[in-house]
């Protein structure tokens, strides 16, 4: 019941989330879309959690208690701890639970280190699932995604490129996360987007995006409504590579 993501740009990195959760009781299920599960951890890294939400969210407020004492900014300073801590902290929680029972969580973290000149402007991301041993995944595509990946994988492969601004990262993100929620009802409510740049964490909902094709062969026209249903055109093809679809940085005509 969660989509969440991580994109690197030109100019810091984003991260994503739906808002939609499950909660269970015997034969008895509540879905609700006010789930917050984008945290910041610090000025210039945030994370995004999955998995067993009310556990996720305990070990995301305790480590953020733990990295503000410690004073740690930077996605290497943070990383360099927090996966021992985690692993520590959800041992501490699920001892007493048999290794086949242990519910999952997942964590990724999206933040900026220094560069040469001490300005947090290196981009970096970095993942740990309790399903892959909490085992510290660096990732060299620049983009992360966890949950109901199938419509968000698709699109971010194609559309993202790391010379994107983390506005345009913002738009992507949106997309994916809009997308998936009009396919599959797992994922849902509104998107919230944190952006986090050399000026620091920052948080917004994301736009609600949904794709329709004009129905044209070549697919030449695609209509983008957003929220208030309005209908700008984007037209265009994507260098190097065939039309499909509409691109976060592609020109809008009305």
């Given amino acids: 019941m969660t989509l969440v993501l991580a994109l690197a740009g030109t100019d810091g990195v984003v991260l994503a989330g739906d808002s939609r959760t499950a909660i269970e009781e015997e034969d008895r299920r509540l879905v609700t879309d006010t789930s917050r599960k984008i945290f910041q951890v610090s000025d210039h890294v945030g994370v995004a959690l999955c998995g067993r939400g009310d556990l996720g969210v305990y070990l995301v407020e305790k480590l953020v208690r733990e990295a503000r004492e410690r004073e740690l900014d930077g996605i290497s300073s943070l990383f360099e701890f927090a996966p021992q801590f985690l692993v520590a902290a959800y041992d501490e929680v699920t001892c007493r639970i048999q290794s086949g029972s242990k519910p999952p969580v997942g964590f990724i973290f999206a933040g900026l280190d220094r560069d040469v000149w001490g300005i947090y402007s290196q981009p970096r991301i970095c993942s740990i699932y309790e399903w892959e041993g909490f085992q510290p995944l660096i990732s060299t595509t620049g983009w992360d995604a966890s949950g109901i990946v199938w419509i968000a994988e698709y699109l971010i492969s194609r559309f993202h490129h790391r010379s994107m601004t983390v ?76 039309y499909l679809g509409w691109h976060p940085t592609s020109e809008v005509a009305y």
């Fill in 167 to 242: 506005g345009q990262l913002g738009k992507l993100a949106s997309l994916a996360i809009s997308e998936t929620a009009s396919q599959d009802s797992r994922v849902g409510g509104e998107p919230l987007i944190a952006m986090i740049t050399a000026s620091g964490y920052q948080e917004t909902i994301g736009d609600h995006f949904m794709l329709s094709y004009t129905g044209t062969p070549e697919r030449e026209n695609q209509i983008l409504a957003n929220s208030n249903r309005e209908t700008p055109k984007r037209y265009g093809l994507l260098q190097d590579r065939p």
